[in-house]
């Protein structure tokens, strides 16, 4: 079970650092306010952060 949460955490802090290098400070911003809104179950807060992160996906492409 450890080695389970472990390969979880990796992944996490994987893609946190390619959302911060694909686009910046407020990539990591948007992924963390989606995290924290999921986290603490509110929709609020998680519908901003996906919000932000599609608008920064959308600039992109």
Do not use: C, D, H
Not at 21 to 33: H, K
Not at 37 to 59: E, F, P, Y
């Amino acid at each position: 079970m450890p080695l389970i949460a472990l390969a979880v955490a990796a992944l996490a802090i994987g893609f946190e650092q390619i959302i911060q290098w694909r686009y910046g400070p407020m990539g990591l911003i948007a992924f963390a306010v989606l995290t924290v809104g999921l986290k603490a179950k509110n929709t609020t807060i998680s519908g901003i952060g996906a919000v932000i992160l599609v608008l920064l996906l959308s600039q992109s492409g």
